[in-house]
């Protein structure tokens, strides 16, 4: 496939996305001071987040590969990208009036989520072991520095450190595993890998081998998505960075790790689908029980969303342990509603203004129906979304998950899935028990902002029973994108 | 017209629930605006489900008002239909609805906007258990009625509302989910989530015992039956009073309806082979929960109690897989309805006066409130099943069925009986309103006032309508009865079953 020009249409709304991210280095270091560079910045990125969209629906069309191979779209990539794109442009529209009230307003934080979001859109079109490494480096180091952003607070430092320590073993881990495969087979690309791994694994040695490099970038890759047993660091760090940070950790990266996993597995290793069944399964019962149980005593509403997160993902890893194209159509639909509905939550969790400034306690929600009746009406809608209650959004994703575990006889996994949702019921019902049922000691601000409002409104009206009108178009549109595995 | 009916009936009482959001709360009539809106709206909702008892076809065993719109084919449609079975059910609870508004009228004063708003939601969901025609969307609509429900008991509940909220949903919820993996494995096999289609599909006999138990989990514990019932008296004990009338009344009858719906006709052969575990946790049901309601002192917490025991009857009358079993249940179902909603309000009536639901605080009311004594005595007669009011008609088929199935399963539900008339006539009535008036704070209690006639009285119409003449009741539900024991002999190898159809039309006319 190597032709003398390559094909730059595939690559668009990364070129534009790099190039923005150029840009806006020099927009930042000519501003006057730093709100108006901050002021400034954000809009640009914005501006650059919204081209790259609108390159990624218009402009690359149909599968392709570019770059030697390197770098494949296809129907999957464009849905998840578009995901990972709205995912960034939503924390970015959300996270403003936090970092000026809090005085973080610094034009590297728009910038660094510029990168990571490149890192993310590399991430999901990676077509070999290298881009995978370099896309998620890419997007890991500007994570890290985004964990540590708020300097004075120890908990943000302290977050920032752990993710980048643990964070550090899981590459080391994963291309530890990348190296292992490429030593017993000879490439890096996952097209080749397709073709050769069922010859390859005949013979004794490179099988083991094999097998060893699987097992370690799997490790890696549910560091990346947080699964059990390698969740340590998200409560950490949930709670230690700053809010709008932690927002946009829970979106767009989830997603574009998630797409990573799933091209790992099915474009390169479809040949060991025996092994990463069996791991894949494990860690997605694991997750789904530990998000369940540990979230219960949480006091902070951040720490309670990591244990939510890691639950969900072990939901959307069901999908992959599967492994058909309407499994991972499954997984895809649910990643896009969690996705949503997570970003809702947190527009909320932003909104939680008190007089003395911005409270993660999740008692400090008491009787917020009472003084912003909105704002506790839509979290209750997010909250009873997460909990995949019938008609909200999420039920709609836990349903085709299910479905595609039980096709698969998987029962059990089924059972434990149906069984923890009950238990996590309880968390999350408890939110809206102390929005509604209890009296107010602290007064909710809520947002004066119009655009996070806005986002706000969006998610909500997606998580919503309203959400029966779109979900046959989505449903169908994530099996679109799943077919390109099949 | 008639294919729109059930949509309207749906969205009736939406559009109620947003006409409330409109109405400014700050004016001095607001509150009393927010009640009319929602009584009327029930009002008309009721009005309009009428034309299912007048435009319903007794003789066609095919379900009517069919109205169906494809959203995924072959997994989740929206589809919708009736039978003689869920237009009873549809009107009894059209029926109460506008009663339970009238009986928060007074007693509901803060957060009307949200309260009214709550009831009309629980009505569209309840009328959507009632006719959905498919798989997922019967879900949607059984699971979606525990938000309401939940807030119903947590905002205006008693005083450990939070606790039986919390009991109620997570109870139900945890049955629920198992069987939508049911669901999940049905509508994956038979490649159809269209209801219809399912009833004739035959799945193998291996998948329908894990099937049955799956649905079993959730039904039983709506129903609720023993052991899954405990989440029941701390929820009604905790409701406001229209709440306990919403979720004895129709809630309940939910999991009666999802055996007649699911369990029965998809599963024969499991529901032949695992009748009899019914019949004894039904038989359990009966006997223990009636002598718990013996010692209770909390006049709600006995009508609870009494209401698994009903429920108990319920359960086995279905299982009794005949013609006269299936009519009583149904029956009882629709009479449990309207007598434990009555009992409800009845003990929402003295709870207004004087805040306490303790029987040993009342005592000799009949001599201050005579009206009321009267009233209250009609629907205790009428849950201990005296011949002539509604109870009776129900109980007597069912015990009719279940002697056929097995003596013992008369006999004990017999026992049943015999404790019902104990804890309702001597622990309730008795130390309620009989007696002398001996308590000085009970000497000032007024008796029944118009807005409370108003609601019992349309109660005890249908109370002894349904117990002198049934007939156009049973009407309703004679053909689809037929139907299900058809579909249930289709897997059924049971020589008992075939033999119970020769002679059925014998005992039926035996039984009217």
């Given at each position: 496939?190597?032709?003398?020009?390559?094909?730059?249409?595939?690559?668009w709304p990364?070129l534009l996305?790099?190039?923005?991210?150029?840009?806006t280095?020099?927009?930042?270091?000519l501003g006057t001071?730093p709100?108006?560079?901050?002021g400034?910045?954000?809009?640009?990125?914005?501006?650059?987040l919204?081209?790259a969209?609108?390159?990624?629906?218009?402009?690359?069309?149909?599968?392709?590969?570019?770059?030697?191979d390197?770098?494949v779209?296809?129907a999957?990539?464009s849905?998840m990208?578009?995901?990972?794109l709205i995912?960034?442009l939503?924390?970015?529209i959300?996270?403003?009036?936090f970092l000026?009230?809090?005085g973080?307003?610094?034009?590297?934080i728009?910038?660094?989520?510029?990168?990571?979001?490149?890192g993310?859109?590399?991430m999901?079109?990676?077509?070999?072991?290298?881009t995978?490494?370099?896309?998620?480096e890419?997007?890991?180091l500007?994570?890290y520095?985004l964990?540590?952003?708020?300097?004075?607070s120890?908990?943000?430092?302290e977050a920032?450190?752990?993710?980048f320590?643990?964070?550090a073993v899981?590459?080391g881990?994963?291309?530890?595993?990348?190296?292992?495969i490429?030593?017993?087979s000879?490439t890096?690309?996952?097209?080749?890998?397709?073709?050769?791994?069922?010859?390859?694994l005949d013979?004794?040695?490179p099988?083991?081998?094999?097998v060893?490099?699987?097992?370690?970038?799997?490790a890696?890759l549910a560091?990346?998505?947080?699964?059990?047993?390698?969740?340590?660091?998200?409560p950490d760090?949930?709670?230690?960075?700053p809010?709008?940070?932690?927002?946009f950790?829970?979106?767009?990266p989830?997603?574009?790790?998630?797409?990573?996993f799933?091209?790992?597995i099915?474009?390169a290793?479809?040949?060991l689908e025996a092994?990463w069944?069996?791991?894949?399964?494990a860690?997605?019962l694991?997750s789904m029980?530990?998000?369940?149980f540990?979230?219960?005593?949480?006091?902070?509403i951040k720490r309670?969303?990591a244990?939510s997160?890691?639950g969900?993902?072990?939901?959307?890893?069901i999908g992959?342990?599967?492994?058909?194209s309407?499994a991972?159509?499954?997984?895809t639909?649910?990643?896009?509603?969690?996705?949503?509905?997570?970003?809702?939550?947190?527009?909320?969790?932003?909104?939680?203004?008190?007089?003395?400034?911005?409270?993660?306690?999740i008692?400090?929600l008491?009787?917020?129906?009472k003084?912003?009746p909105?704002?506790?009406?839509?979290?209750?809608c997010?909250?009873?979304s997460?909990?995949?209650?019938?008609?909200?959004?999420?039920f709609f994703?836990k349903?085709f998950i299910f479905q595609?575990?039980?096709?698969a006889?998987?029962?059990?996994?089924?059972?434990?899935?149906?069984?923890?949702?009950?238990?996590?019921a309880y968390y999350?019902?408890?939110?809206?028990?102390?929005?509604?049922?209890?009296?107010?000691?602290l007064t909710?601000?809520?947002?004066?902002?119009?655009p996070?409002?806005?986002v706000?409104?969006?998610?909500a009206l997606?998580?919503?029973?309203a959400f029966?009108?779109?979900?046959?178009?989505l449903?169908?549109?994530?099996?679109?994108?799943?077919?390109?595995?099949? | 017209?008639y294919?729109y009916l059930?949509?309207?009936?749906?969205?009736?009482?939406l559009?109620g629930a947003a006409?409330?959001?409109?109405?400014?709360?700050?004016?001095?009539?607001?509150a009393?605006?927010m009640?009319w809106?929602?009584?009327?709206?029930?009002?008309?909702?009721?009005?309009l489900?009428?034309?299912l008892?007048?435009g319903?076809?007794?003789?066609n065993?095919d379900f009517?008002?069919?109205?169906?719109?494809d959203?995924?084919?072959g997994?989740?449609?929206?589809?919708?239909?009736?039978d003689?079975i869920?237009?009873l059910?549809?009107?009894?609870?059209t029926?109460l609805?506008p009663i339970c508004?009238?009986a928060?009228?007074?007693a509901i004063q803060?957060?009307?906007?949200e309260y009214?708003i709550?009831?009309?939601?629980?009505?569209?969901l309840?009328i959507?258990?009632?006719c959905?025609l498919d798989?997922f969307?019967?879900y949607?609509?059984?699971?979606?009625?525990?938000?309401p429900m939940?807030?119903?008991?947590?905002v205006?509940?008693?005083?450990?509302?939070?606790?039986a909220?919390?009991k109620?949903?997570?109870?139900t919820?945890?049955?629920s989910?198992l069987?939508?993996?049911a669901?999940l494995?049905?509508?994956?096999?038979?490649?159809?989530?269209d209801?219809?289609?399912l009833l004739?599909?035959d799945?193998?006999?291996?998948?329908?015992t894990?099937?049955?138990?799956?649905f079993?989990?959730?039904f039983?514990?709506?129903?609720?039956?023993?052991p899954?019932?405990?989440?029941l008296?701390d929820a009604?004990?905790?409701?406001?009073?229209?709440?306990s009338?919403?979720?004895a009344g129709?809630?309940?009858?939910m999991g009666?309806?999802?055996?007649?719906?699911?369990?029965l006709?998809m599963?024969p052969?499991?529901s032949?082979d695992l009748?009899?575990l019914?019949?004894?946790?039904s038989?359990?049901?009966?006997i223990?929960?009636?002598?718990?309601?013996?010692v209770?002192?909390d006049?709600?917490?006995l009508?609870?109690?009494s209401?698994?025991?009903h429920?108990?009857?319920v359960t086995i009358?279905?299982?009794?897989f005949?013609?006269?079993?299936?009519e009583?249940?149904i029956?009882?179902?629709?009479s449990?309805?309207?007598?434990?909603?009555a009992?409800?309000?009845?003990?929402?009536?003295?709870y207004?006066r004087?805040?306490t639901r303790m029987?040993?605080?009342y005592?000799g009311?009949?001599?201050?409130?005579p009206?009321?004594a009267l009233v209250?005595m009609?629907f205790?007669?009428a849950s201990?099943?005296?011949?002539?009011?509604s109870?009776?008609?129900?109980e007597?088929?069912?015990?009719?069925?279940?002697?056929?199935?097995g003596?013992?399963?008369a006999f004990g539900?017999?026992?049943?009986l015999?404790?019902g008339?104990?804890y309702?006539?001597?622990?309730?009535?008795k130390?309620?309103?009989f007696?002398?008036?001996?308590?000085?704070d009970l000497?000032?209690?007024?008796?029944l006032?118009?807005?409370?006639?108003?609601?019992f009285?349309?109660?005890?119409v249908?109370?002894l309508w349904?117990?002198i003449?049934p007939?156009?009741?049973l009407?309703?539900?004679?053909?689809?009865?037929e139907?299900?024991i058809?579909?249930?002999e289709?897997?059924?190898t049971?020589k008992?079953?075939?033999q119970?159809?020769?002679?059925?039309?014998?005992q039926?006319?035996?039984?009217?």
């Amino acid at each position: 496939m190597i032709g003398p020009v390559e094909n730059w249409t595939a690559a668009w709304p990364e070129l534009l996305l790099a190039g923005g991210a150029l840009l806006t280095i020099v927009l930042g270091v000519l501003g006057t001071g730093p709100k108006a560079s901050f002021g400034r910045v954000t809009v640009f990125v914005g501006i650059v987040l919204l081209a790259a969209l609108a390159a990624l629906l218009f402009v690359v069309k149909g599968e392709a590969s570019a770059f030697s191979d390197l770098f494949v779209v296809d129907a999957f990539t464009s849905f998840m990208k578009a995901l990972v794109l709205i995912g960034s442009l939503a924390a970015l529209i959300m996270m403003r009036p936090f970092l000026l009230s809090n005085g973080l307003e610094r034009f590297e934080i728009p910038l660094l989520m510029l990168l990571a979001t490149i890192g993310m859109c590399i991430m999901v079109s990676s077509g070999s072991l290298l881009t995978l490494y370099i896309g998620l480096e890419l997007q890991s180091l500007s994570l890290y520095v985004l964990a540590a952003l708020d300097r004075d607070s120890k908990l943000s430092t302290e977050a920032g450190l752990k993710y980048f320590v643990l964070g550090a073993v899981a590459s080391g881990m994963l291309l530890f595993g990348s190296s292992l495969i490429y030593g017993f087979s000879g490439t890096t690309s996952f097209a080749v890998l397709a073709q050769e791994l069922p010859g390859l694994l005949d013979g004794k040695l490179p099988g083991i081998g094999l097998v060893f490099g699987l097992v370690f970038v799997l490790a890696g890759l549910a560091f990346k998505v947080s699964a059990v047993p390698f969740h340590m660091w998200t409560p950490d760090v949930y709670e230690g960075a700053p809010t709008p940070v932690t927002a946009f950790f829970a979106g767009a990266p989830k997603i574009a790790s998630m797409a990573l996993f799933i091209r790992v597995i099915m474009d390169a290793l479809p040949a060991l689908e025996a092994q990463w069944t069996q791991v894949i399964y494990a860690i997605a019962l694991l997750s789904m029980v530990l998000g369940s149980f540990a979230a219960i005593p949480q006091t902070s509403i951040k720490r309670l969303m990591a244990y939510s997160s890691i639950g969900h993902v072990g939901y959307a890893l069901i999908g992959l342990a599967v492994g058909t194209s309407e499994a991972i159509a499954a997984t895809t639909f649910y990643m896009a509603i969690y996705m949503i509905t997570t970003i809702g939550a947190f527009a909320c969790i932003l909104a939680m203004n008190t007089e003395s400034g911005s409270t993660d306690k999740i008692e400090d929600l008491a009787g917020l129906r009472k003084h912003q009746p909105w704002l506790a009406l839509a979290f209750a809608c997010f909250m009873l979304s997460l909990l995949g209650f019938p008609p909200f959004a999420g039920f709609f994703g836990k349903l085709f998950i299910f479905q595609a575990a039980i096709e698969a006889n998987m029962y059990w996994l089924a059972v434990i899935g149906a069984l923890s949702s009950a238990v996590a019921a309880y968390y999350y019902l408890r939110i809206i028990k102390i929005m509604y049922f209890d009296e107010a000691d602290l007064t909710i601000l809520g947002t004066k902002d119009l655009p996070s409002g806005l986002v706000m409104l969006a998610a909500a009206l997606f998580a919503s029973p309203a959400f029966v009108i779109v979900w046959p178009m989505l449903w169908s549109s994530a099996q679109a994108a799943a077919a390109a595995f099949s | 017209m008639y294919g729109y009916l059930l949509s309207l009936l749906l969205i009736v009482p939406l559009v109620g629930a947003a006409m409330l959001l409109t109405i400014p709360a700050d004016q001095v009539h607001s509150a009393r605006n927010m009640r009319w809106t929602a009584l009327w709206t029930s009002v008309f909702t009721f009005a309009l489900s009428l034309m299912l008892w007048f435009g319903y076809d007794q003789s066609n065993a095919d379900f009517q008002f069919v109205k169906k719109i494809d959203l995924v084919p072959g997994f989740f449609n929206y589809y919708l239909g009736v039978d003689g079975i869920s237009v009873l059910l549809i009107l009894l609870t059209t029926f109460l609805m506008p009663i339970c508004i009238i009986a928060s009228w007074s007693a509901i004063q803060d957060r009307v906007r949200e309260y009214m708003i709550a009831f009309l939601v629980m009505e569209t969901l309840m009328i959507g258990v009632f006719c959905s025609l498919d798989v997922f969307l019967f879900y949607v609509f059984f699971e979606g009625g525990l938000v309401p429900m939940f807030l119903i008991i947590g905002v205006w509940g008693g005083a450990r509302r939070v606790y039986a909220s919390f009991k109620f949903f997570l109870y139900t919820l945890t049955g629920s989910l198992l069987m939508l993996l049911a669901m999940l494995y049905i509508v994956i096999t038979a490649g159809t989530s269209d209801i219809p289609t399912l009833l004739t599909f035959d799945f193998s006999h291996t998948a329908q015992t894990w099937l049955w138990l799956a649905f079993f989990a959730s039904f039983a514990v709506k129903m609720p039956m023993w052991p899954v019932h405990t989440w029941l008296p701390d929820a009604h004990v905790e409701a406001p009073t229209a709440g306990s009338v919403i979720l004895a009344g129709v809630l309940l009858k939910m999991g009666g309806y999802g055996f007649i719906r699911f369990s029965l006709p998809m599963f024969p052969d499991a529901s032949h082979d695992l009748a009899i575990l019914v019949f004894v946790m039904s038989i359990i049901a009966v006997i223990y929960t009636s002598l718990v309601a013996l010692v209770q002192q909390d006049m709600k917490k006995l009508i609870a109690y009494s209401s698994v025991a009903h429920m108990g009857f319920v359960t086995i009358g279905l299982f009794t897989f005949n013609q006269q079993g299936l009519e009583g249940s149904i029956f009882q179902m629709l009479s449990h309805g309207i007598v434990s909603g009555a009992l409800f309000l009845c003990v929402g009536v003295v709870y207004d006066r004087l805040h306490t639901r303790m029987i040993d605080r009342y005592g000799g009311l009949v001599n201050i409130m005579p009206q009321y004594a009267l009233v209250f005595m009609v629907f205790t007669m009428a849950s201990v099943g005296l011949p002539g009011t509604s109870g009776f008609v129900g109980e007597f088929l069912v015990l009719v069925g279940a002697y056929e199935s097995g003596s013992w399963i008369a006999f004990g539900a017999a026992i049943g009986l015999i404790l019902g008339a104990g804890y309702m006539l001597w622990r309730l009535y008795k130390n309620v309103v009989f007696g002398t008036l001996e308590k000085d704070d009970l000497k000032g209690m007024l008796d029944l006032s118009p807005r409370e006639w108003g609601l019992f009285a349309p109660m005890i119409v249908l109370v002894l309508w349904m117990g002198i003449y049934p007939k156009p009741f049973l009407d309703f539900i004679e053909v689809p009865v037929e139907t299900l024991i058809t579909q249930m002999e289709r897997g059924g190898t049971d020589k008992a079953t075939a033999q119970r159809d020769d002679s059925a039309p014998a005992q039926k006319a035996a039984a009217r």
